[in-house]
Protein backbone atom coordinates (compact mmCIF):
# COMPACT_ATOMS: atom_id res chain seq x y z
CA UNK A 1 0.00 0.00 0.00
CA UNK A 2 1.47 3.73 -1.28
CA UNK A 3 2.14 5.13 2.36
CA UNK A 4 0.99 8.87 0.88
CA UNK A 5 -1.19 9.64 -2.43
CA UNK A 6 -1.56 13.14 -2.91
CA UNK A 7 -4.32 14.70 -5.21
CA UNK A 8 -5.94 18.04 -6.14
CA UNK A 9 -3.58 19.74 -8.83
CA UNK A 10 -4.73 20.84 -11.68
CA UNK A 11 -4.57 23.97 -13.84
CA UNK A 12 -5.51 27.29 -12.82
CA UNK A 13 -5.00 30.93 -13.93
CA UNK A 14 -3.26 33.21 -11.57
CA UNK A 15 -4.67 34.55 -8.67
CA UNK A 16 -6.65 31.50 -8.62
CA UNK A 17 -7.07 28.74 -5.46
CA UNK A 18 -6.15 25.41 -5.29
CA UNK A 19 -6.65 22.81 -2.53
CA UNK A 20 -4.18 19.58 -1.89
CA UNK A 21 -4.94 16.74 -0.39
CA UNK A 22 -2.07 14.10 0.86
CA UNK A 23 -3.85 10.84 2.21
CA UNK A 24 -1.45 9.12 4.25
CA UNK A 25 -1.59 5.41 5.52
CA UNK A 26 0.50 5.21 8.13
CA UNK A 27 0.17 3.94 11.67
CA UNK A 28 -0.01 6.91 14.27
CA UNK A 29 0.03 9.49 11.16
CA UNK A 30 -0.40 12.12 14.23
CA UNK A 31 2.72 11.29 15.52
CA UNK A 32 4.79 12.23 11.99
CA UNK A 33 5.54 15.92 10.92
CA UNK A 34 3.96 16.68 7.52
CA UNK A 35 5.34 18.42 4.59
CA UNK A 36 4.89 20.29 1.17
CA UNK A 37 7.57 20.33 -1.50
CA UNK A 38 7.39 21.34 -4.89
CA UNK A 39 9.77 20.48 -8.01
CA UNK A 40 9.90 22.49 -11.12
CA UNK A 41 11.50 21.08 -14.23
CA UNK A 42 15.26 21.60 -14.06
CA UNK A 43 15.15 22.48 -10.25
CA UNK A 44 15.50 20.52 -7.12
CA UNK A 45 13.02 19.56 -4.89
CA UNK A 46 11.81 22.86 -2.60
CA UNK A 47 10.66 23.12 0.55
CA UNK A 48 6.98 24.50 0.72
CA UNK A 49 5.97 24.21 3.93
CA UNK A 50 5.95 21.51 7.63
CA UNK A 51 3.61 20.58 10.13
CA UNK A 52 4.92 18.99 13.26
CA UNK A 53 4.08 15.70 14.50
CA UNK A 54 3.85 14.77 18.20
CA UNK A 55 0.09 13.75 18.71
CA UNK A 56 -0.92 16.62 20.81
CA UNK A 57 -3.16 18.93 20.83
CA UNK A 58 -1.23 21.93 19.29
CA UNK A 59 0.81 21.73 15.81
CA UNK A 60 3.63 24.00 14.39
CA UNK A 61 3.86 25.21 10.84
CA UNK A 62 6.51 26.25 9.25
CA UNK A 63 6.74 27.54 5.88
CA UNK A 64 9.10 28.83 3.01
CA UNK A 65 9.06 32.61 2.49
CA UNK A 66 7.73 32.50 -1.07
CA UNK A 67 4.31 31.10 0.10
CA UNK A 68 4.22 32.87 3.69
CA UNK A 69 0.83 34.61 3.53
CA UNK A 70 -0.44 32.56 0.71
CA UNK A 71 -0.31 29.56 1.17
CA UNK A 72 -1.76 27.23 4.76
CA UNK A 73 -0.80 24.02 5.35
CA UNK A 74 -3.23 22.15 7.91
CA UNK A 75 -3.70 18.00 9.07
CA UNK A 76 -6.93 16.52 9.61
CA UNK A 77 -5.64 13.29 12.64
CA UNK A 78 -8.85 12.31 12.75
CA UNK A 79 -8.73 11.03 8.82
CA UNK A 80 -4.92 10.44 8.07
CA UNK A 81 -4.93 13.63 5.86
CA UNK A 82 -2.70 16.68 5.07
CA UNK A 83 -3.70 19.96 3.11
CA UNK A 84 -2.35 22.54 1.62
CA UNK A 85 -4.58 25.43 0.65
CA UNK A 86 -3.01 27.87 -1.96
CA UNK A 87 -4.59 31.62 -2.77
CA UNK A 88 -3.06 33.97 -4.80
CA UNK A 89 -1.61 31.22 -6.86
CA UNK A 90 1.14 33.07 -9.06
CA UNK A 91 3.03 31.40 -12.83
CA UNK A 92 6.09 30.64 -10.79
CA UNK A 93 3.82 28.16 -8.48
CA UNK A 94 4.03 26.02 -11.37
CA UNK A 95 5.55 22.66 -10.13
CA UNK A 96 5.08 18.73 -9.31
CA UNK A 97 4.11 19.28 -5.59
CA UNK A 98 4.83 16.32 -2.88
CA UNK A 99 4.09 15.28 0.44
CA UNK A 100 6.12 13.67 3.07
CA UNK A 101 6.23 12.36 6.12
CA UNK A 102 9.22 11.84 8.67
CA UNK A 103 9.27 11.12 12.29
CA UNK A 104 11.80 13.25 12.81
CA UNK A 105 12.76 15.91 10.14
CA UNK A 106 14.48 19.02 9.80
CA UNK A 107 11.99 20.66 8.43
CA UNK A 108 13.64 22.54 4.86
CA UNK A 109 15.59 18.92 4.48
CA UNK A 110 13.76 16.70 2.14
CA UNK A 111 16.37 13.88 2.26
CA UNK A 112 15.36 13.79 6.47
CA UNK A 113 11.36 12.70 5.60
CA UNK A 114 11.05 9.02 5.12
CA UNK A 115 7.77 8.55 2.89
CA UNK A 116 7.10 10.67 -0.18
CA UNK A 117 3.78 10.77 -2.61
CA UNK A 118 4.00 10.30 -6.28
CA UNK A 119 3.08 14.44 -6.74
CA UNK A 120 0.38 16.22 -8.21
CA UNK A 121 0.97 18.49 -11.33
CA UNK A 122 -0.07 22.00 -10.52
CA UNK A 123 0.33 24.42 -13.20
CA UNK A 124 -0.53 28.20 -12.77
CA UNK A 125 -1.42 30.17 -16.05
CA UNK A 126 -0.63 33.70 -16.29
Known amino acids: QVPLVESGGGLVQAGGSLRLSCAAS????????MGWFRQAPGKEREFIAT???????????YYADSVKGRFTIYRDNANDTLYLQMNSLKPEDTAVYYC????????????????WGQGTQVTVSS
Open 26 to 33: LRTFSLYA
Open 100 to 115: GAGASVRPKDAGTYDY
Open 51 to 61: TTGHGGSTYYA
